[in-house]
């Protein structure tokens, strides 16, 4: 349980040589210590050159998003089916992916749904907006997403949590650690009302937002948090591999 989780979400950024570049950076890069677990994202298309890039490491691959079916008339979607042979993880429920493209907490519960069956694991957003924060509703809305997304779900063992709080999202303001830790607290009280206690204590959660070299000692040390979701920090080599050195050390 003392294993942080350090995922680098490239969202849809590098060029096909950058994304080759970057993931033998950190491939050669990466601590000899093992008390992390690290995981990239990077865009679907770059997927297999990553994978080969990564060929021998430790390094694990998920894909930054999902449809929840496994094959149809769903123009320019990329189902789990087809992902599998490449990665053994997906990102749901992105800020980014329910604000810009509408996804709703079903739609996400979908996705896990075929993600799983497809045994994928899945890393699953939740957060509230600045509007939600300052209206008193962070509770209500990370419990909702909670509740919905993971409905009709009974084994957790595949899914890990990310709270990433919008308004700390790319912004470069990330979290206070007590706002870090005040927010992984009523998300694991969200899961404990949907499980039993066991389940809910053993799953990962992870912070993300403007998290980078500076703030990530301080952040991953509060307690609950098991690691971290990062974006534009994982997109500089330098500064992910600072990121994974000082998760290393955290015991
Ligand atoms: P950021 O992104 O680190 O650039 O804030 C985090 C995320 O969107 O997962």
Redesign the pocket.
């Known amino acids: 349980m003392n294993r942080k989780i350090i995922a680098g979400?490239w969202?849809m950024n590098t060029s096909l040589e950058e994304a080759r570049q970057l993931s033998k950076t950190i491939k050669e890069n990466v601590p000899t210590t093992t008390n992390t677990e690290i995981i990239l994202f990077p865009p679907f298309i770059y997927l297999p050159a990553v994978a080969n890039e990564l060929k021998g490491s430790r390094i694990k691959l998920g894909a930054q998003n999902i449809f929840p079916d496994n094959q149809g008339a769903f123009t320019g979607e990329i189902s789990p089916k087809m992902i599998k042979d490449f990665c053994e993880f997906t990102i749901v429920g992105?800020s980014?992916r329910r604000s810009l493209f509408n996804e709703s907490n079903h739609f996400i519960n979908q996705k896990i749904i075929a993600s799983l069956e497809n045994n994928l694991k899945v890393i699953l957003?939740v957060g509230e907006t600045f509007e939600q924060k300052n209206n008193g509703l962070t509770t209500q809305t990370l419990t909702n997403q909670i509740e919905e997304s993971l409905m009709e779900i009974h084994d957790f063992k595949n899914i890990t949590i990310?709270y990433?709080p919008v308004w700390?999202?790319?912004?470069g303001v990330s979290a206070t650690p007590d706002d870090c830790r005040a927010g992984i607290e009523i998300v694991r009280r969200a899961l404990k009302n949907i499980s039993d206690f066991t389940s809910a204590d053993s799953m990962q959660i992870l912070y993300?937002?403007?998290?980078n070299s500076k703030n990530t000692t301080s952040l991953l040390t509060q307690n609950g948090v098991n690691g971290g979701?990062?974006?534009?920090?994982s997109l500089k080599a330098q500064d992910f591999i600072d990121i994974i050195k000082q998760a290393e050390q955290i015991k």
């Open positions: 979400n969202k992105h980014e957003c990310a990433e700390a999202i790319g912004t993300g937002g403007s998290m979701l990062i974006g534009g920090a």
